[in-house]
């Protein structure tokens, strides 16, 4: 268990907005920031965070909370998963104590797969260093590659001894379950016809190259082999899992996230090595795709940190056009992209070590194309005389313009690639029209047929009706949460006979607390609240606003659960959603809500007594229905009263009532 301590000085320690900005590209807007939502796909950015409360808000999605929340959302960390991850992050010394047997057999199925995975690593790196075979095998096989002690050591490169069940045996040693090592796909289990079973090691006399989540997480392996053996293939990586989606991983994007986001330019090349050379000699903003055809989501967790990416190849020009599909893709996802070749025998690798780094910037900085130039060239080359290749590499290119979202960009190169192709601007936007109107019309059709599938649900769903109490009572805990340490001028109406001798409720001035107010108010009336995790949090605000005149947002948070900090930060993050609309910057200026708190706090309180007596009067009409006892005279009275009241109450709301 982690310390209490502890807990309160990383919650005491951590910048929200310096953590998350690890994830996401954040802007400053206002006092808060603002970036793409890293849980949905979006062009427009609906993610708030606000340095002032400490608490985040993703509005496509829903998602809200604190620091500890983010993490737990976007890694899946389990609670200490990610007061651990922040206290590394802030150097602070974690006080607890030491996991026993029993802790590991009921920690949960994703969180063992995590802890087998860093064990492996552990593992392999310990094999790398501290055997005769590691050192002399795969030490020197990375050391043959140019790579340095420190570099070898930063990316936790390894070796697994070329014995069929060396990690397994060790692992199973110290407590490790077969179960999830078979799940990660770090021991292959075999079923024999006899009935036992036979385990071996995937990566057997291999190199290791640990896959790290964005935050840093060991999700898979990738391994190469050493040997010639013509059976076994090449490099070898973790099947799919419940922790290691290949589609979703972009090998180095740990150690690269923070140049990315500062040099607002993404290097992406192909493998392993590719990265760890160019990352050694000074480059540090650079991902592999790790072999796999680049995907939708590996381009969404680079387009959390920049816009830009420059597509790295090697000099083979064999594979080229295949990858220009990944260019295309690029585009669809309204990125900005360039394309550089090294001269042919190189790859990122081979160049960036033989090359001192003020070379390789300059050789990427004159080299890397604008995506249309490259592909024109490239094309064109492949076309040469034959005029009827030349026009399928017209239209190539007019399709990959065709997906860019942005117009004014679409325009930009079809006129670059008039100029290049020699052709007229006018075909050329002939084309572009055509290729988009097909699209149209299939967007259109599939459109429809989705219409039509919603038309058929739709006929089958109620409309829920609005829960006023619940609405109201929310109001209640953002009024605290926001305004409760206030002092607010209060206009209180009090029931008096009139001249003509009716009750009228008549103004009077209070000077008060906002949280005053509101306790009094309910106290006043017997009023409590009716949702559970609303009640328990009204009493926690009223007892920390009267004891402390003020409330801590970021304390207050760190003692909730984390359903609770969900809800808190949806209350406290609801009114920045009008932050992202940027009204002022079409001359409209909401009227700041701080102006109307006063009135804010009477009107709600007089609304919940409304909808309280409401229900009052409707459940008297039902017993009278019921009941026609001799007491049916008195309830009616009190029905009439209540009425009166309420008529009254909505008089002063300006509400007219049928």
């Known amino acids: 268990m982690i310390s209490k301590n502890t807990i309160d000085q990383v919650y005491e320690t951590s910048r929200l907005e310096e953590v998350i900005g690890d994830f996401v590209q954040l802007k400053k807007s206002g006092s808060n920031f603002k970036g793409l939502s890293p849980f949905s796909d979006e062009r427009t950015p609906s993610f708030m965070v606000s340095p ?14 604190n620091v500890v929340a983010f993490l737990m959302e976007h890694e899946h960390f389990s609670y200490p998963e990610a007061i651990k991850y922040l206290a590394k992050k802030y150097n602070i010394e ?19 797969m995590y802890l087998v995975s860093e064990y492996a690593q552990t593992y392999f790196e310990g094999a790398l260093w501290e055997t005769e075979l590691g050192k002399a095998i795969g030490l020197s096989y990375f050391k043959e590659r140019g790579f340095t002690d420190d570099t070898i050591k930063k990316f936790g490169l390894g070796y697994n001894l070329d014995q069929w069940d060396a990690f397994t045996n060790a692992a199973l040693d110290k407590g490790y379950q077969l179960e999830f090592m078979a799940k990660t796909g770090l021991t292959i289990v075999k079923e024999q016809p006899e009935g036992e079973s036979r385990k071996f090691d995937r990566f057997k006399g291999r190199v290791m190259f640990p896959i790290h989540s964005m935050s840093g997480r060991v999700l898979g392996f990738g391994g190469r082999i050493l040997t010639n053996d013509k059976k076994a293939a090449k490099y070898l990586n973790s099947p799919e899992s419940d922790i290691y989606h290949k589609s979703k991983v972009l090998y180095g994007i740990y150690f690269a996230k923070q140049a990315i986001a500062k040099e607002d ?14 990352y050694q000699r000074g480059i540090h903003n650079v991902v592999a795709s790790s072999g796999t055809a680049l995907t939708q989501e590996q381009i969404r967790l680079i387009s959390r940190l920049t816009k830009n990416i420059t597509v790295l190849f090697d000099g083979d020009a064999a594979g080229l056009r295949a990858s220009l599909r990944g260019v295309d893709l690029i585009l669809e996802q309204g990125m900005n992209v360039k394309v550089c070749t090294f001269p042919e025998g190189d790859d990122p690798d081979s160049f960036a070590k033989n090359n001192a780094l003020e070379d390789v910037v300059l050789y990427l900085e004159e080299n890397a194309k ?51 192709m020699q052709i007229s601007e006018e075909v050329l936007y002939n084309t572009l029209a055509q290729i988009d109107k097909k699209e149209r019309y299939e967007s259109n059709k599939k459109q429809k047929q989705e219409q039509q599938a919603f038309e058929v649900v739709k006929n089958d769903v109620t409309i829920e009706k609005v829960d006023v109490q619940y609405v109201l009572e929310r109001k209640i805990i953002e009024l605290l949460l926001l305004y409760g340490h206030l002092d607010q001028e209060f206009e209180d109406l009090v029931l008096k006979e009139n001249e003509e001798g009716e009750l009228a409720l008549a103004p009077e001035t209070v000077e008060a607390k906002v949280y005053e107010k509101i306790y009094l108010d309910l106290q006043e009336d017997e009023i409590e609240l009716s949702n559970e995790r609303f009640k328990g949090m009204y009493y926690t605000l009223i007892e920390k606003l009267n004891t402390d005149g003020e409330l801590s947002i970021n304390t207050f948070l ?22 992202l609309h940027d009204w002022e910057r079409k001359d409209i200026y909401p009227k700041d809500k701080k102006n109307g708190i006063a009135q804010l706090v009477g009107e709600t309180i007089l609304t919940l007594r409304c909808s309280l007596i409401k229900s009052r009067i409707a459940q008297l009409q039902k017993d009278t229905e019921e009941n026609r006892s001799q007491e049916h005279k008195e309830v009616i009275e009190e029905i009439m009263n209540y009425l009166q009241l309420n008529k009254l109450l909505n008089a002063k709301l300006n509400r007219v009532l049928s």
């Open 370 to 420: 604008d995506f249309i130039q490259f592909k024109t060239s490239l094309l064109a080359n492949e076309a040469a005389n034959d005029p009827i290749k030349r026009a399928d590499t017209v239209r190539d290119i007019v399709e990959s313009i065709a997906k860019i979202p942005d117009r004014i960009k679409k325009e930009i190169y079809i006129q670059e690639c008039a100029k290049i």
């Open 52 to 65: 002032v409360k400490q608490i985040w808000k993703d509005f496509s999605s829903g998602k809200g909370g």
């Open 558 to 579: 760190a003692e909730l659960d984390q359903e609770t900090v969900k809800e808190v930060s949806s209350i406290l993050m609801e009114e920045e959603r009008y932050v």
């Open 265 to 278: 330019n993404c290097y992406l090349v192909e493998g392993y090595t590719d990265v760890i050379q160019m």
């Open 94 to 112: 974690i006080e607890e104590t030491e996991r026993t047997d029993e802790q590991k057999e009921q920690a949960n199925e994703r969180e063992s």
